[in-house]
């Protein structure tokens, strides 16, 4: 049977409850949002992105489960959702949902041949050399405002940090590290120059594969560049350009909110001068209460079918909504206030395009030595601002603060 897409307009005139995933309300505080949409709505809420376009928000812990688990019903091919007509070439998150030759879109063999190639080029990686080189990279950074007393710790070290030890790994040139980390954020916050920021990490992909090909090292770029599975230059290009944004991006934004937790609540705050002992229960707190990544536009359905109590329809778009999910009280239990200790979360997604194994691994590694080196160097280390000043990004996708103030007793650099 073959559906017609929607007339313009038509899926607001259908649900004209939807709500809007962007603005202010949204930005400050997307969990009081969340529980609210769950009370009036369910586990699958009718809303609009950006430009009013219509989606299905997912925000039932089962529900996006059954989404991660049914690729033949919730497929990743942006290309049969029905709301093309309706997107104007210049939307901001283009980038992110026009069909591409990634892994992000593949099924089946494919999609699989291409998640080996990854995770075998991640395999590589000497986690023990990386944590060296990370605290090597976070004492450098540190030194820089050791002595000052105070920092901006987003821009002189979060992002610094991450984005280093990540174009390392990659094998990416030094001298590039900062331009790409600046795309980087520029195409994931899906403002204003989003497509042509995308468009120069395309390119910076492009030229380090060439780079690599003339001369091998020993970075994941090299091994995919030899991996069994042939991939052809496209797909190489894409799959390089995710490993980038999918390994700096949310793991720059777990570091910055594990901070913010650590100094903003006093369970931790209180402790700093023992960070160490509590950076990982701080670590497993953000990934179920504020994760980096805390909605996708990333399934669309192949058929009519119901979900949650919703009719949906073929090629209606499904946003998963992992922050709503990890915060479902049908896995939270009877103490939703109290987080959870293990791994149930879904901040790493689930099934055949969960984020690769050993990825969640080598994230944990770089986000938990940026944090412990941090608070091992400056353990008195407070917000300069109050808390409630700070600013988060303007962004559906991503959690993470604009910037994060502090002060501290001046310390001496590693050089001294």
């Known amino acids: 049977m073959t559906h017609q897409p929607p007339e313009p307009g038509q899926a607001l005139a259908e649900h004209p409850d939807a709500v809007p995933l962007y603005g202010p309300r949204y930005r400050e505080n997307p969990a009081e949002l969340t529980r609210e949409l769950r009370r009036t709505h369910g586990p699958v809420v009718p809303v609009l992105l950006e430009g009013d376009v219509f989606a299905w928000l997912v925000i039932g812990y089962r529900e996006l489960h059954q989404l991660f688990s049914d690729p033949q019903l919730f497929a990743r091919d942006s290309r049969i959702w029905n709301q093309w007509p309706n997107i104007p070439p210049d939307w901001p998150l283009m980038a992110f949902i026009a069909y591409q030759p990634s892994v992000l879109f593949g099924e089946g063999p494919d999609h699989q041949r291409r998640v080996d190639a990854i995770s075998d080029a991640l395999a590589g990686v000497d986690q023990f050399e990386l944590r060296a080189r990370c605290e090597e990279i976070a004492d450098a950074l540190i030194d820089g405002f050791a002595g000052s007393g105070e920092a901006e710790l987003i821009t002189q070290y979060v992002y610094s940090v991450t984005v280093m030890t990540v174009a390392g790994m990659m094998g990416i040139p030094t001298s590039e590290i ?9 195409a994931l916050d899906g403002g204003e120059g989003a497509q042509e920021a995308y468009g120069r990490v395309v390119v910076t992909m492009q030229r380090l594969m060439a780079a690599k090909r003339a001369e091998p090292g020993a970075d994941v770029t090299s091994r995919m560049l030899a991996h069994p599975a042939a991939l052809t230059d496209p797909e190489l290009a894409q799959d390089l350009l995710v490993l980038a944004i999918g390994g700096q991006e949310p793991t720059a934004l777990w570091i ?6 650590m100094l903003t609540d006093d369970r931790f705050s209180l402790t700093l001068s023992g960070g160490r002992q509590s950076v990982g229960q701080a670590l497993n707190e953000v990934l179920w209460e504020n994760i980096p990544v805390q909605n996708s536009l990333g399934r669309w359905a192949t058929r009519d079918t119901q979900l949650g109590g919703r009719h949906i329809q073929a090629g209606d778009g499904l946003i998963l909504g992992l922050a709503g999910a990890n915060a479902d009280p049908y896995v939270r239990g009877a103490s939703p206030g109290a987080t959870p200790a293990n791994n149930a979360h879904l901040s790493f997604a689930h099934g055949s395009h969960g984020c690769p194994h050993p990825a969640p691994e080598i994230a944990e590694v770089i986000a938990r030595t940026a944090v412990e080196v941090l608070l091992d160097r400056i353990p008195d280390v407070i917000l300069a601002v109050p ?9 559906f996708q991503m959690r993470g603060l604009l910037s994060l103030p502090v002060k501290f007793s001046p310390v001496p650099t590693t050089r001294s």
């Open 178 to 186: 900062e331009v790409v980390a600046r795309d980087f954020i520029a």
């Open 256 to 261: 910055g909110n594990t901070l913010h937790l």
């Open 387 to 395: 808390a409630e000043e700070l600013t988060w990004r303007p962004s």
